[in-house]
């Protein structure tokens, strides 16, 4: 099956910096990746969908300035937290597939685990 | 707004056990409903349902959607330890995928 790599597995970051997060498809095209956040014992919760060319599309109540996504090329985004702060810590989670949504599934990028100190 | 729920929350049960869980949805636009495991970290893909009363099987999981009633279930006969995870039900409606509450399952030996 496809694969989508995302890097890194685990961050810790000082209050104040910001951590990017990337997210790899390595044997297909992903014109659509999804971003999630997912804290303890509680579901995958969407926070945008970032299209390869275009800005990204942030789910209610998600800060767009805060949470930046670059979707710059067919197999790479990146999520980037900006002015980190204890509360962002969390697992992200990405997801790609290469049919623009199109009934097909979702493939899952390993999680990034951030802890803000 | 659309909305997937999953029952039950959680399920101890002990190995050998057959366990359904379920879920049942409301999302316009729908395209798909898929089933994922979770362990510790990324959900790995289980199903994808489409069509109405064709059963899914892999093994001892199989799967099944119900687009008139709007629901699936996901089975799993003679559970084992490592059957415990997280299951997460997701339905793709329109352009993204929404996740479900999912149902955490521990199968005790």
């Known amino acids: 099956g496809a694969v989508v790599s995302q890097h890194p597995s685990r961050v810790i970051c000082k209050s104040g910096t910001s951590v990017k997060i990337e997210c790899r498809s390595l044997d297909f095209q992903a014109t659509t990746m999804f971003w999630y956040r997912q804290f303890p014992k509680q579901s995958l919760m969407l926070m945008a969908t970032s299209n390869e060319g275009s800005k990204a599309t942030y789910e209610q109540g998600v800060e767009k300035d805060k949470f930046l996504i670059n979707h710059a090329s067919l197999t790479l985004s990146t999520l980037t937290v900006t002015s980190a702060h204890p509360e962002d810590s969390s697992f992200y989670i990405c997801s790609a597939d290469g049919r623009g949504g199109m009934n097909t599934e979702a493939f899952f990028g390993q999680g990034t685990r951030l802890t803000v100190v | 707004e659309d909305k997937v729920v999953q029952s039950p929350l959680s399920l101890v049960v002990h190995e050998g056990d057959t366990v359904t869980l379920n879920c049942s949805y409301e999302?316009?636009?729908?395209?798909?409903l898929l089933w994922y495991k979770q362990e510790k970290k990324a959900p790995t893909f289980l199903f994808m349902l489409t069509s109405s009363g064709i059963e899914k099987k892999s093994g001892r999981l199989s799967s099944i959607l119900d687009k008139k009633e709007l629901f699936s279930i996901l089975n799993i006969t003679a559970t084992q330890t490592g059957d415990s995870a997280v299951y997460l039900c997701?339905?793709?409606?329109?352009?993204?995928?929404?996740f479900g509450t999912g149902t955490r399952l521990k199968v005790l030996a």
């Open positions: 997701a339905v793709l409606g329109g352009y993204k995928y929404i």
């Open positions: 999302v316009t636009n729908f395209r798909s």
